[in-house]
């Protein structure tokens, strides 16, 4: 059948006027509160619903030798059908919609709004990420669910795709399906990352090598400080939004590292919304002092003293 709605209401309908004497010509015309489509499409949906019948189907032919009132060629067939309606339990699917930072897709983001809609208009709901970034859906029946976002999380972000994505229970098995969807937030703040002799703060020292290293997420990075003691090609606006730890990994020519370890190693955070500075101290190498010492004539070995004159002695 091309359409089942239809080639099933035409059917309902020419029973409906054999039973009743009626002579209704459109499935669309209503009895009461209802078509004859209205009432078709009702019973289809119990399928999707697990409701299913059982119908036992017979069919009687005349085989008399008929009356010259009614031959037996023009007598039509009977067919009478006995129906058992049951209810088929089905398994029910779970749906988790987790929403991610997508400079660091470990980092879970509460309060952003979704809404999940089955492809056959059979389910609805509008939902919002809880703690971790993720809400999960139970109780649901197999099929295709369209998980659309409408509400980007607090905290500068915004939607990165408003198109939905199509989740199909179950998958490959799975009873329980986890859908992502990635924001990103605007960058407006700025980093500043600075190397300094320690006798005098304001002087900048180029050739320090600064390593920095995510906590929460998997960036590294190894820079070194140029003119001014800065580091000018640290990534601050892809960075992934998270914790890190920038540390000096060898301090530049003729100074040595401190013995403060904040000074050596410091911890930050980087939401691209506040402002990071770190200073980092180096202590310049002390002057070498050196002793000479001389062979004497005896072979004894000293310090050679010097006479008044500028002549040797032992």
Known sequence: MSD????CTEELMAVYNTLEGTHYTSIDQKQGESSFRDRT????DLGSQGVWGKCAVYEYTFTGAGSSAHPAGTVQKIILGD???EHIEQEEYALIVKKVDATNPSKGLPGAGFHIESTNGSYSKDIITGEGGSYRIGGLSAGTYAVTETAPPPGGYVIDSAAPQYVTLPSNGNKTVTVTFRDSTTITGEGSIRKVDADDPTKGLAGAVIKITGVDNSFVGTYTTVEGGWLTDVPWDTMPIGSYVAEEVTPPSGYTKSP??????????WDGKSDVSLVFENDSNPALKLRVFFCGRDSKIGPMKLGAN?????
Request: glycine share 4%; charged share 20%; net charge positive.
């Open 4 to 7: 089942p709605v239809v080639a």
């Open 310 to 314: 500028g002549s040797k002695s032992d």
């Open 41 to 44: 499409q009702f019973i289809l």
């Open 83 to 85: 129906l058992t309606v």
């Open 260 to 269: 403060d370890q904040s000074k050596v190693k410091q911890s930050f955070h």
